[in-house]
């Protein structure tokens, strides 16, 4: 029952994680209603990123974190600016084709400047210290991890609805036409929202590359992931992309934990028992 108990605990640290994956996309699609099939390949650029200035550039691990998610910020604000913003609309095809073409253009960038070889950022002995609690281990990297989650979540409910910031972003959402007659500059506006986005992608990125592996092709799955826990979590819902990450990792561990083979099917499982049943619901709650 422990071994049961643990697993569930594990699965949902690292559903903080899954969360932070899937803000950035959410907050996206909430504003202009772009789907970004680059997000996950942006998330591994960031990592790359800050295996770089970690090892090459020999920054100090203290500063990396600072200028990965701001690094991060501009790239955003630049890729809205003079690609996204020029294909807002009501068909959905344009953004669709330009962010898989980015997602292409990033995935062959970084295999031809770092190759395929595995890369991880070092973050030293918090990966591996760890706390014990009624027989339950928890990893303090783990931990650090969902604080962090949370604490991003609730930086971004406090920006969406108590700054002036947020309610520009809100109105825009709702009307971006109305906003722009009413003096809203809705291109900035939209570059902003996409540097929120890459900002917290940086985050996630930087909190990757230490807790496993990667490669220049890890971006997929990293979109998969983010796609599943903003579905699970409701699309567009802040504090959903913490519950949907939860209810991720909590199936991947499950799944983990009866047998290793099934733990990322597990997780696909569950995303389409959802899939199916939330309309069934929402029709029954009317």
């Known amino acids: 029952m422990i071994e049961l108990i643990n697993s569930i605990v594990q699965g949902i640290l690292i559903g903080g994680l899954y969360a932070l994956f899937a803000a950035g996309l959410s907050l996206v699609f909430g504003i202009m209603r772009i789907v970004n099939l680059s997000h996950g390949d942006l998330i591994v650029l960031g990592s790359f990123l800050a295996f770089f200035t970690v090892s090459t550039l020999t920054v100090p691990l203290w500063l990396m974190v600072v200028i990965i998610p701001l690094a991060m910020g501009v790239i955003g604000y630049a890729i809205q600016r003079s690609l996204l913003n020029k294909t807002i609309g009501p068909d959905v095809l344009p953004p669709l084709l330009i962010t898989f073409g980015l997602s292409i253009i990033l995935q062959n ?5 770092f190759t395929a070889d595995n890369r991880k950022l070092d973050f030293g002995a918090i990966e591996v210290m760890s706390v014990e609690i009624g027989g339950i281990a928890m990893g303090w990297y783990a931990i650090l991890i969902f604080l ?43 570059a902003i929202a996409m540097a929120i986005a890459m900002i917290i992608c940086g985050i996630a990125a930087i909190l990757f590359a230490a807790w496993t592996s990667f490669t220049p092709l890890s971006g997929p799955s990293r979109l998969l992931i983010a796609f599943e826990v903003v579905v699970i979590g409701g699309i567009g819902s802040i504090w959903g992309t913490l519950v949907g990450g939860i209810i991720l990792g909590v199936a991947q561990a499950l799944g983990g934990y009866f047998d290793p083979a099934w733990q990322t099917l597990a997780g696909h499982i569950v995303f389409v028992i959802i899939l199916v049943l939330r309309p069934i619901f929402v029709k029954g709650f009317r």
């Not at 709702?174 to 003096?183: F, H, R, V």
């Open 148 to 190: 962090i989650a949370v604490t991003v979540i609730t930086g971004l409910q406090f920006i969406s609805y108590h700054t002036r910031l947020g309610r520009l972003l809100r109105a825009t959402t709702d009307d971006p036409e109305i906003a722009k007659l009413m003096g809203v500059k809705t291109e900035h506006i939209f």
């Open 109 to 113: 960038g970084l295999l031809q400047i």
